[in-house]
Structures are given as C-alpha cells and as structure tokens.
C-alpha cells in the first residue's frame, strides 16, 4: 500500500516502541499472562508445524484398535491419547484439529477486522448519507443474533471451509466499525492527521498511513476479545454438525462426534475440549492484560 | 413426559385385561390406557404419510401402526404372509388371484371399507394416473415400480375383488402386502384438496388414527377403538424426530422417550448399563449398499467401479462398527429366495492391489470422485463412510466425501457432481425379480434417472419377470447378479442391514426383522 522509505519516523512505529517502552519500563509481567503466552505459542507452533509432529495421519485408521485407552488412564504410548471410534489417532486429530481451528479464527478475525475497519474508515471520511449507511448496516448487524444468521446462511448455502471462514468473519465485524469510525473521526481532528491533510495527502495515505497506526492499539485489543469468540462460534457450529464436516476435522467438530462416546470413551472429546478452554481463555486473559497495557489513563 | 408410574400401570394392565373380555364397551376405560413416545431419526423423507410417496426404511417404521394391506406381514415372527383387511385369498389361474375382503372393516373417518374402496386404492386415481384426478409423476413411477404387471381390480360383490395381473408373477399375493397397497378411503381421498393434503393426512383402517403431523418434528397417532381387531393397547403413539444419536439415547434416558430407535452397536452397553433401558433387535431383512453413478464422467468406465469395489473391506466394518452383530450377505440376495439362492455367489474380495492394478488399467489419474453421505441417516453410516473412503484413498482413489443434509440434496446437481451415495434395499418376498427388478431393472429409480443401465441387464431382468421356466430363470439371475454386482458394478454390498431399538425394559415389545414397529395388541404388555 504504502512504501516504507516515505514513512515519516514517529507515527508508523509508534505502537511497536510504546508496547516495548511498557513491556521493559512497566510492572513485571504477570505469571497467568506468561503462561498464556506461551501456551499460545505453543498452539501456534503446532499448528504451523502439524505436519510433521503428528505421529499418524488424521484419517489413518485402526479399526482392530478402537477406543483404546489414553496413557493417563492405563494405555499403551502407540497412542498417547487413545484412539477414537473409528481406531485414529486422538493426538494427531487433535493436532489438526488445532491447525483447522486456529486457521478458522484467524481467518475469520482479519475479514472481519479488515471489513470493519474499512467501512468505519468510510463512514468517518464521508460522513452524511454514507455514514448513516454504514451505521444502520452495524446496528441491524449488531441486533441479529449471530449464530442464527449463521444457521440461516449454513441451510441455504450448504457448506464449504471458504463460505465458513467468510461467514464467520462477518462475525463482530460492527464493533470493528464503530470502533474505527469513532477513534476516526476523533483521530481527524487531531494536529498530526490536520498538517498530513493540508500536506496533499490522499484519504489513503492519511487514514492507512496516520491514522490506523493510531488506533491500532485498540483494535488489537477488541480483535482479541474476538478471537476466542470464534473458536468458541466455530465449535458450537460444528458441534452441531454445521461447521466442517468430515473427513475434515475440528476442535468442534471432535467434540461433536465424541459425545456419544462420552460415557464409554470420553477421552475422545475431552482432549480438544480442553484445548478449546484453555485457548479461548488464554487470549482472553493475554487481550485483557494488553488492554490494560496500552491504555494510557491506566498507567 | 407420558407420566407412568409403577401403579399407573398395574391399573392399565387390569384394566386391559377387562376390556380383552369386553372388547366393545371397555371404552369408558380407555383414558387410562398407556402412551408411548418414539425417538426416530426421521420420521418421513417425503414429509408424507403416503406410502405411495415415502418408499423409504423410515416410511416403513411407522406405516403399519395407521395403515393396512390387504395382506399383512408376520413381521415379528417368519414374515409370512397374514390375513388383514382380506381374510383369504385364492389363485383362480396364473395371472389371477381373487380375495374375500375382511367385513366391518371401519375406516378413521367412520366409513365403512367397501370392495368399492379396495378397488379405488389400486385404480387410477390413486396410483396409475388417468382418472379423474391428476397423479403425482413419482407416484405412478413407484406404482409401476411395485406392481409391475398389475391390471385392474374387478369388484366381484361388495367384500369380494378379483385381481387381474397381465403376465404371470409367482408372488402376486406377496405383492398386495407391499406397503403401496395400503387401501385407503374412497371418500375422504376424492374430498382431499389436493395430492399434498392427503398425502400428509390419509384415511385409512389402522389400529391407530393420525391425530397430528408436524413434518420434520412430531407425528401423533390415536387409538382407533372402532378398529376390526378391538380396542388397540396403546391409547396413544407419538413418533419425534431426534436425528442425534446422543439426543435419542438421552431423551429415553430422561423419560421423555419410551423407544429409542436405530441405537449404533457401540452404544448398546452404555444404555443397557443403566437396568431400566434393554435395547432389543437384530439383523433384517435390508441390505446396505453403497451405489455408483454411472453417468458420472469418471465412474463410467467399469474398471473404476470395480476397483472400487475391490477396496472395501466389508468384515472389518461388520466386526468393528456391528461387533459382529449383523452378517454380509453373497449379494443383494437372500437365503430365504429358496432355488433362487445363488449359494456360490461372491462379493468382489477386499483386495487392494488387485484395485490398484484395474485402476492403472483404467488409466484413472487421480480425478475426484464425490460421494454424498447423511449423517447416520442409516446408522453407523458416517463412521462407515468414512472407513470405506480411507480404504478407497489407499488404493489411490480421489473421493471427496459431501455431508449432506438431505435426500434431496444427493440427487442434487448434474452427472458430473453426483458420484457415489449411500442406499439400502429392503425385500420380504421369496422372488429375486420383486427387489433386483424392482430396484434395478428398467422400471426402477436409478434407470430411470439414467443412475445405472446396462442392455443385458435390463432385458435379462425383463426375462426374469415373464418367464415360467424356473430353470431358466434361475440361470438368468446368476448372470444378472453377475452383471450388476461384478462385471459392471452398480453397487458395492457393505452388510446386512441391522435395527437396535432402546426401550424401557418394563415394556414387553418384540421387534420385527425389518424396519416395522408393531403397537398392535398381540405385541404389547407393560
């Protein structure tokens, strides 16, 4: 969009140095806060790397060995995690489970982060009629329930991993607009983005460049209360056997055909149920630390 | 839900006892009679209680609590063939069986059942179009379907019809069992305001009457006292669609159920280790096939089927997913077919390097092949699909498995998206030419959708329908079997079909070797 050599010094880095000035000048890092990070990284690290830890492919089966115990409750180590009805690996479900689910969210986060941002970028920049616009759209956005909306659109589109991804960025996407447009609007006003304007720069440079550099802070922070929202969307679909289906598999979706199991084999759903708890609190308790961070009347 | 208790039952069962004395004015007790809940996966595919329209193992579920046939099943015992609305019936020569119809037989709406109305369910209106009244395409498809060489029925007095049939059919009596021939009101069907409102509503002569349907969610059936047989033993039947497994075992669980059907084998322990749930059943008389579409661009060519055929591992999924529960039948046929039997039949063997090596002949590349499947529509059928795609990516087939929702939705879309699906075949009488021909030969659904067809086939099927000499007719089934199964695959046999069936274990109930619920009286005690 932009190239770097143009960038004046001060606005693009602005929150890199001040989350770095904090991190090394500000209280010590709280211990619930570390152990978030690194359990995030460790999701990270799996799901980039699912290919090559996991013991077995996703799909292989074992019809011979079905629902064999996980090592905790007496298994052997073949399968650290037991195996599921069909004979698979638990672990390596669970591991690409990950990898589908953690794709899933961030896919599903930047459309709706982007969406929202840009219009509540046009709405500030025209406002009048435009903007009325873009607000009605966030107000009937925000006033339907989201997972009926979803249902609806699951029913009559059928379903592909494209069309989910996309509807589920369509969740939260409001709150990125009226976030964008207020911090906008008030971002304009503010000597910085006046002298850029009065410079001759394009609405492209002054809001892509200036402004959003801004007040990234603060989407950063509302992207990672969206964020387990959408694991947790994402499960409840495919639970319910709308979200992916198989042979592709998810957190939900190992969840939701484990629970028949739940009473004879419950290893199946507990391991990725576990993962979705662990990781939906993990970023919210790392968003919630972050908000506190980068708020400047906090400090 | 249906508020049981201990003493209430003590008290229905004396009072039934009472009224099996006074069949006829018991009915001040009949309040106090119990009700039942079914947890069903479905409960129509159609949405229709027309059997005529809902050809289906779900249809077959709950058809005989509402309707009969001229002639019933035993279906809780050998299958033979009943006396119901006929009391007996007669060869008069090859191509003609005259029947003495039941007297006093009342319909739901208070009707009484003519030969007028025998007639009228077996005329033009009902089935054949070319009446008075227009007829549904599918209909007169699944008529002819049924009652391949069907004429007419004459009405010889006021409970006595001749059945006129073109050609000859060993098991033409077998055929006025079929679930199409459910004889309805003359009366109330002309009334009906359309195919729709009577297909969601018949009148006919059950022991239970239709109080309510709601497709998709509840059906309500009521007992019907004025019924021939005397005051049914259930004062109500209510059918709720749960298509969740885990949804069904817990709504019986929590009483809110008192049958839960179509219970995977793996899950028979965990209900039954609770001790006031049984699950009953067995093996039926429905084999599970997995069937190709042979216009798909791909599957045309017949090494592709039959490597497809060659990479399915049939025993693996009848010992794991069945616990060997159920068995794998030679084919889709039945030990029960007598002469017809083809002992030494064999399903292709699982063998995948024989599929591997007919795929390199074929010259198949890798080109995706997609295969529509419900979920667990039939039961355990996710978990076998999914089993039967990883064999089938072993031996380096594409299959991109679809789930989808809905029967409609497999059928959906051009030749080149509908690839292989999932059905089963039902058959209860002792002729191969009633199921293979039905199903498969020129007048069933996938010839006619242009699904499957092969020249021989369909003149040896028609052969098999019209020829008298047993011997050739044997020798012309072993080569159809031959064709259909082996040289030019349409389907892949999986296993014999099996029905669990979860209840209170309070309640004395047997199931039957098919899909059929039996609520009549000889088959119910609490």
């Known amino acids: 969009m932009v190239d770097a050599t ?17 991190f090394a000048t500000g209280n010590r890092m709280p211990l619930l806060i570390v152990i978030a990070i690194l359990w995030l990284v460790l999701m990270l690290a799996i799901a980039v790397s699912a290919d090559l830890i996991s013991p077995y492919r996703f799909t292989q089966m074992d019809l011979r060995n079905r629902l064999s115990l996980p090592v905790f409750m007496g298994g052997s180590w073949r399968h650290v995690l037991g195996t599921d009805e069909l004979g698979r690996d638990v672990l390596s479900r669970l591991i690409t489970s990950i990898r589908m689910s953690l794709l899933i969210a961030f896919g599903a986060t930047i459309i709706g982060a982007v969406i929202g941002v840009t219009l509540g970028f046009v709405a500030a920049h025209f406002r009048g009629i435009v903007e009325q616009a873009v607000l009605a759209l966030v107000d009937f956005s925000a006033a339907i329930p989201f997972l009926v909306l979803a249902l609806a659109v699951l029913a009559f589109f059928g379903n592909s991993l494209v069309l989910f991804v996309c509807l589920l960025g369509f969740h939260a996407w409001e709150r990125y607009a009226r976030i964008a447009r207020g911090l906008a609007i008030s971002g304009k006003t503010h000597g910085y983005a006046a ?23 603060t989407l950063i922070v509302s992207m990672t209360l969206a964020f387990p929202e959408i694991i947790l969307l994402e499960s409840g679909l495919s639970f319910l056997g709308l979200g992916i289906q198989p042979p592709d598999t998810s957190l939900g979706n190992m969840v939701g055909f484990g629970r028949e199991y739940l009473s004879s084999a419950p290893w199946i759903m507990l391991a990725p149920a576990f993962v979705i708890t662990v990781t939906a609190l993990c970023v919210s308790l790392l968003g919630d630390w972050l908000r506190d961070r980068l708020d400047p009347t906090l400090s | 839900m249906t508020g049981i208790t201990r003493r209430h039952l003590l008290s229905v069962s004396a009072a039934s006892t009472a009224a099996f004395a006074m069949p006829r004015f018991a009915s001040a007790q009949s309040t106090e009679r119990p009700a039942v809940t079914v947890a069903v996966q479905r409960i129509s595919n159609s949405n229709t209680l027309e059997m005529l329209t809902e050809q289906s193992n779900v249809g077959t579920r709950i058809y005989t609590s509402y309707a009969e046939t001229l002639i019933g099943n035993n279906w809780i015992g050998d299958m033979s063939l009943q006396p119901q609305l006929a009391t007996s019936w007669k060869r008069v020569d090859d191509q003609t069986v005259d029947v003495d119809l039941r007297e006093g037989v009342k319909f739901h709406n208070g009707d009484v059942m003519t030969a007028e109305d025998v007639a009228f369910s077996y005329g033009p209106d009902r089935m054949w179009g ?13 008529a002819r ?14 409970h006595k019809i001749r059945l006129h049939n073109s050609s000859i059919d060993p098991v033409l009596e077998g055929r006025l069992s079929g679930s199409i021939g459910m004889i309805v009101s003359k009366r109330a069907f002309m009334e009906a305001k359309s195919w729709m409102d009577w297909a969601r509503r018949p009148i006919t002569t059950g022991p239970y009457a239709i109080t309510e349907y709601k497709p998709d969610s509840v059906l309500t059936l009521s007992a019907f006292d004025d019924h021939w047989e005397g005051r049914p033993p259930l004062r109500q039947v209510r059918f709720v669609e749960t298509p969740e497994t885990a949804s069904r075992i817990n709504l019986l669980r929590s009483g809110g159920a008192d049958f839960a059907c179509d219970i995977p084998p793996d899950q028979i322990a965990t209900v039954e ?7 009953v059943g067995g093996p039926i008389n429905n084999t599970r096939y997995t069937v190709f579409n042979k216009s798909h661009p791909v599957l045309a060519n017949p090494l592709v089927r039959q490597a497809l055929t060659h990479s399915v591992d049939r025993n693996l999924i009848v010992e794991s997913l069945w616990s060997g529960r159920t068995e794998v039948p030679r084919g889709l046929q039945w030990s029960f077919y007598g002469d017809f039997y083809i002992a030494d039949h064999e399903n292709p063997a699982y063998d995948p390097d024989k599929a591997r090596a007919l795929l390199r002949k074929a010259g198949y590349n890798g080109e995706p092949i997609p295969y529509r ?93 019209s020829s008298t000499d047993k011997t050739r007719r044997i020798a012309v089934w072993r080569r159809m ?10 389907y892949v046999v999986l296993h014999r079909n099996a029905s669990f069936t979860a209840k209170r274990a309070d309640i004395k109930w047997t199931p039957a070797q098919s899909f059929v619920m039996d609520f009549r009286r000889h088959n119910w005690s609490a």
């Open chain 2, 273 to 279: 280790a609770d001790k006031r749930f049984k699950v």
């Open chain 2, 145 to 158: 379907q049924a009652l391949p060489a069907f004429e007419r029925i004459e009405v010889l007095g006021p």
């Open chain 2, 130 to 142: 070319g009446g008075t009244v227009e007829v549904p395409e599918n209909v007169k498809v699944v």
């Open chain 2, 373 to 465: 499947v419900l979920n667990d529509y039939y039961t355990a059928q996710t978990a076998t699909a999914q089993i039967n795609t990883e064999n089938w990516r072993a031996v380096g087939l594409n299959i991109k498995l679809q789930m989808v929702e809905n029967w409609g939705q497999i059928s959906e879309g051009g030749p080149e998206t509908r690839g292989i699906h999932d059905w089963s075949a039902a058959a209860s009488l002792p002729d191969p030419y009633v199921q293979m021909s039905g199903s498969w030969g020129p007048l069933g659904s996938p010839w006619k959708s242009n699904q499957w067809r092969n020249e021989e086939f369909g003149k040896l099927s028609q052969e098999l329908g």
């Open chain 1, 6 to 22: 143009s960038s004046p010094a001060g606005t693009g880095g602005s929150l890199i140095t001040r989350l770095l000035s904090r």
């Open chain 2, 481 to 490: 079997l031959q064709i259909i199964e082996i040289e030019d695959p349409a």
């Open chain 1, 195 to 217: 002298a850029v304007h009065q410079l001759g720069a394009s609405p492209w440079r002054l809001y892509g460049r200036h402004i959003l550099p801004n007040i990234a802070s």
